[in-house]
């Protein structure tokens, strides 16, 4: 197991996994959006170029493969009714997991958000799956990862 | 015949004294060359080099089994060299070294490497060491380039530009220095076919990209091609 830590998060890695966390701190960029702090986890090698939702990756994805973002969203959205979970995700069900529920459609795919408040910051959790159809082995080793998931 | 024992002896001790004093100050001076971090530019066109200290935890397994450090760009990256599909090329470049130069504008480009599975990934010291601002003005975009200052130390990184091969299980398949893209190819290859004999599924024909046709290329270039006789000719007699 390797330690993924960057901007207050950090996970520990099953081994052969891949992960990064960008360097957002909302600063503003130059069309006035404001960076947020991403983190991407994956069960293959992360392509260097890739958008913070996966595109770029998820094309690589094998049916065995897990692809998962945390993404954070500006400070004034936490606690506001999107946000209003106030607990990390650690459990999710093979069930929750959509075919449509995907960023970027890709055939066999499937995918989940889910948004919470911790801590003051708000965030999505969105996880892709390789095989919709290997769901219920996919699943539990989201959930291994999302159980070392720290956020201070 | 007393007296010539004692001078041969004498002879001796003398000796022994020039040489352990040459020894030393040889010794103080790689220290001090070290201690100025001479060596960093210095680019030796070796093949796959095994000669100094094996930098493995286990017989060819690579010191670490990924490589966390930083992009140009600030970013937090692990990049797995457990990750079981193809092999890894870690490149070790720096953005002050005149000899990377060449890899640095290689992988900018349209560059092709032996074994069509081969992830590149570029790796400089870590930001107390390297500015980011130089890396980012050469990381080429769409490889990924990360500043780490302890892979640089687990690999026992020599010199600059330094490669690694590592296999999908984090086995090393051979390393070394290069000094140009070719050279860096035959590395690879050479790399390559040593780890197919050694897994012993290499026969004459399974490499055809090997040491032969990399020795087939160089003697094409000076104009001898297969068939010309002077590669049957003694040297003797000429």
């Excluded at chain 1, 055939?107 to 948004?115: A, I, M």
């Excluded at chain 2, 870590?126 to 130089?134: D, F, I, L, M, N």
């Excluded at chain 2, 690879?188 to 897994?199: F, K």
């Amino acid at each position: 197991m390797s330690r993924l830590i960057g901007r207050g998060m950090q996970v520990e890695l099953p081994p052969g996994w891949e992960g990064a966390v960008t360097s957002g701190d909302f600063r503003e960029l130059s069309d006035g959006a404001r960076r947020p702090t991403v983190m991407h986890i994956a069960s293959f090698p992360l392509p260097p170029q890739r958008g913070d939702w996966g595109s770029g990756a998820v094309q690589l994805m094998r049916k065995t493969d897990v692809f998962m973002v945390l993404f954070e969203y500006l400070p004034e959205q936490a606690g506001t009714p999107l946000f209003s979970d106030n607990e990390v995700p650690r459990q999710l069900d093979p069930s929750e997991f959509d075919e449509t529920a995907l960023q970027e459609m890709r055939r066999g795919q499937s995918g989940l958000q889910r948004f919470f408040t911790y801590r003051g910051r708000a965030f999505c959790l969105y996880v892709v799956l390789g095989s919709h159809l290997d769901r219920k082995d996919l699943v539990p080793r989201v959930n291994e990862v999302l159980a070392g998931l720290e956020i201070e | 015949m007393e007296a010539v024992l004692i001078v041969e002896g004498l002879v001796i001790i003398l000796l022994l004294i020039l040489v352990a004093g040459l020894l030393r100050s040889h010794g103080e001076i790689l220290r001090r060359l070290h201690a100025l971090g001479a060596g960093e530019d210095i680019a030796i066109p070796t093949g796959p080099s095994r000669r100094r200290p094996p930098a493995t935890a286990g017989f060819g397994q690579a010191p670490l089994t990924e490589l966390s450090g930083v992009t140009p760009a600030g970013d937090t990256v692990n990049v797995s060299l457990i990750h079981g599909r193809g092999t890894t090329l870690i490149s070790f470049l720096s953005s002050g070294c005149s000899s990377c130069r060449t890899f640095w504008d290689a992988f900018s480009g349209d560059f092709e490497l032996p074994g069509v599975d081969a992830r590149p990934v570029i790796v400089t010291k870590g930001p107390a060491a390297e500015s980011p601002e130089g890396v980012a003005s050469l990381a080429p975009p769409g490889i990924t380039t990360l500043m780490s200052t302890e892979a640089w130390d687990a690999f026992r990184v020599p010199m600059t530009p330094y490669f690694l091969l590592a296999d999908g299980a984090g086995n090393v398949l051979g390393e070394g220095s290069a000094s140009t893209w070719r050279h860096l190819q035959g590395l690879v290859r050479q790399s390559l076919s040593d780890s197919r004999r050694s897994a012993g599924q290499a026969d004459e024909n399974a490499d055809p990209n090997g040491r032969a046709h990399f020795a087939d290329d160089d003697l094409r270039r000076a104009g001898i091609e297969p068939g010309d006789p002077s590669l049957y000719r003694n040297p003797i007699d000429s």
